[in-house]
């Protein structure tokens, strides 16, 4: 504030404002110094590191005077949430940037309108419907016409090793996710797109290009915007929880096959929050996988806008 | 140059192709529930809105889902009277005094908070208000959707009010209005479709979630609403635990629950396309 001369009714004006603006911070702070709180003491007992990297969920009722070793590890969940997130985004990535092209390149501009609503319709869409979708249609289909052929004719790739038990697996919960992500990856990629300076566009037209080449180069010209889109779309699909706590199996496991059921660090909060009562330190080594997603989830975040204010044009 | 043609023309047809894949699950989800879920719902009739749910072992009965419905219109309109307040103030400060330190806070955390897993919010949420005084509770539902709610809120209004042309401003300067009253009378005014718009996202937003509710409302179907400081259902926390019951007709239920879901979702999604983020001149 640098005005020369500030009115007492500006300063009423400014300083009622502060309040309702000062509480929106203090909720995010809020939700990070609580997860810390209720998370130290499972650091305490079993150590931080082993709290992430061991293979092992036991809850116990016993002391932690009597743990002979760590009986709550995340290490399964947070390899399942990338394992899960890593497909969602590899099969969104094509289609979106696909989608975005279609829509600024191909479609007739009339119809541009009612696709951008299409895509926003999606983005709104409540999530459990999808989870319902994945649960009743997807997991089904996928198990018949994949991964039962996969697993008997590729089945010695250790990603399609093991026989498909249910339509819940890590596949599924991946391409479900991959459906959810692409209108979100799509608006990052079509909002760079639109904002390549027609003249650039002009010029590469007048070389004579094909639209093949053009779209190439117009793209080349949004590479970080792309990047941003993919850490968008695994920032979405990392912290989706309903819908797939509903299609990925909940089984603690480490598995490298794609058939498998597994937990993610949001599934096994939404599947064993409930029984924290029966075990006094798990809750605070579910907070512990809820400090992981939101610290992770504001590096990724952080890193996409710093990548976005890279382009200039 | 025949190939350079070729790669042109099988571009443009994959493209087209993986565009056409990308929308499709869309139509099919709103098409597989609807086949799936208002069969039931015309089955159910008026009592699938009035009546409670039957128990498991009543396998002959429909009965309703009376209290998903009031606590979800409970918990999304008590969290909307929560976060609007704060959230169209806070955005009123960022677009007038955009230099601020301040507001360089308050967009990056609103960016935050939009990204942060709702499953996060619901714990956090539960040790809050939940864990202290132990139980359950309708309001502090209605809390962990305030949370949700408030960084749409927000993102969206400051988008309004920014669009607001500076001559309508400077006029109402011009004729002595004092500050607030330019706010409020005047940028507000203009831009009220947008923040009507934004406010009808962000509940169409709280009204889809599920993680936030598991453990602040918990959810309770003995009867239709028990009040504010008594767990409380949702439409969205229902169908999540009647499809993972093993009850064929709970299974049938939540289709219905899915069918309304996705019908008030549509209603509100058509309402915001209706109201135009920014101002036209």
Redesign the interface.
Known sequence: MSYARVSSHDKIVFYSLVPPTLFVVLILMTLFLTQLYHSIPIFDVQGLLNTYTVNRWYPTQSPPELWKEPHYGLLPTIWGTIYVSGIAVLLALPLSISLAVFIEELLPRRFRGYMSSLVDLMAGTPTILFGLWGLSFLGPLLKEFFMEPAHEGLGFLPIFSCTPLSGTSILTAGVMLAVMIIPFMVAVIQESYKAIPVTYKEAAWSLGLTRFEYVRLNLSMIVPAIVSAVLLGLGRASSETAAVALVVGNIYALSFCMFSPTHTLTSIIAANFGEVEMYPYMRNALFAGGLFLLTFGMIINAMGIVLLRRIRF | MVS??L??RI??V???L??L???L??F??IY??TI?GLPVVLEGGVNFFTQIPPSPIRVNELGGIAPAIAGTLFMTAVATVIAV???V??S???A??PN?N??K??RA?????L???????G??V???LVMPFGRFTAIAGAVALA?VM??YV?TYTELALLSVPRTYIEAAYGIGM???QV?YMVTMGVARRGIVRGIT?AI??A?????PL??TAFGARNMIFGGPLEPSDAI?LM??VF??SPFEHWHRI??GA?FL??VL??TL?LIS?RLVGEVRV
């Open positions: 350079r043609k790669v042109d571009f443009t994959s493209v087209t993986l565009a894949v990308a929308v699950p869309i099919h989800i597989y529930i799936k307040p704060i959230a103030l806070a009123v400060f960022s007038e005094y601020h301040l507001t806070i308050v955390t609103s960016r935050s908070l990204e942060v897993p709702t499953i996060v919010i714990i956090v539960f040790a809050l949370i408030i960084p927000y004092k500050r607030a706010i996202i169409a937003k009204m889809g979630e599920t993680a598991l453990f969205t169908i999540y499809i993972q939540a289709w899915a879901l996705l979702y549509l999604f396309r």
